[in-house]
């Protein structure tokens, strides 16, 4: 059983940071593609970043100011920078594969999300 856990959430004031954690359990991870992905209150959920080894990719809206990063087990999203619209749940994904995937159907794997609420 894949479990998935973010943690690091919070309220921070416009051009703050926070980092974000997700820690993957219940299997071996390292050829697992995991992701970051976020859900504003009305909105869809959209993608935010994913990493695969060394390949990332992120979203145009958070480029030059999230960074993604894994160590084993360990996700982390590192956010400067932050805007009021970056507010939303984030949650942690992951799938069995070797490419930075951008699409949330191809995720197997979720957790269960933390609240990030940036004010202006």
């Known amino acids: 059983q894949v479990q998935l856990v973010e943690s690091g959430g919070g309220l921070v004031q416009a051009g703050g940071s926070l980092r974000l954690s997700c820690t993957a359990s219940g299997r071996t991870f390292g050829s697992y593609v995991m992701g970051w992905f976020r859900q504003a209150p009305g909105k869809e959920r959209e993608f935010v970043a994913a990493?695969?080894?060394?390949p990332t990719r992120y979203s145009d809206s958070v480029k030059g100011r999230f960074t993604i990063s894994r160590d084993n087990a360990k996700v982390y999203l590192q956010m400067n920078s932050l805007k009021p619209e970056d507010t939303a749940v984030y949650y942690c994904?992951?799938?069995?594969?070797?490419?930075?995937?951008?699409?949330?159907?191809?995720?197997?794997?979720w957790g269960q999300g933390t609240q990030v609420t940036v004010s202006s």
């Open positions: 994904a992951a799938r069995r594969g070797s490419s930075p995937y951008i699409n949330s159907e191809e995720y197997n794997y």
């Open positions: 990493i695969s080894g060394r």
